[in-house]
């Protein structure tokens, strides 16, 4: 059993979907501190819909509701080298009966900006959306001052 720099075992990591770089996996308890700080962070929530602090109760609270919330499916980006979470990717507003769905991410690891990983976790959501899901429309929303979400959408127009 190979051991990671102080991390689990790697057989014991959840992991949802895998890339090559990357894995999504549900968020955990153990990620809400570090998402409050990334929400909390203004060059991270330009591109939210965040119009005010979020204290670590808000996002706890947050957490406990997904569980409930069947329309949001919600993942946490993590570094297939080192289990570090860096970002969330989801689908929002899920309309099964007409195949619809938004997506919404960020990458809260500033260092990372720029370097492809949302794009691969939008890929592995992408997937399972219309491979498990069977949704036949999945929409993305930009701000236009978001210049590295315009350019991974670009991508695929």
Known sequence: MKKRKGKKPVQNRVVFRMGKRIYLRPLSKEDIPLLAVWINDPEVN???KISHPMRLEDEMKFYESLGERKNDIIFAIVLKDTDDI????GLHKIDHKNGLATTGSFIGRKDLWGKGYGTEAKMLLLEYAFNTLNLRKVCSIVYDFNERSKKCLKKWA
């Not at 860096?86 to 990717?89: A, C, H, L």
């Open 86 to 89: 860096i970002g969330t990717m």
């Open 46 to 48: 330009q591109y939210l």
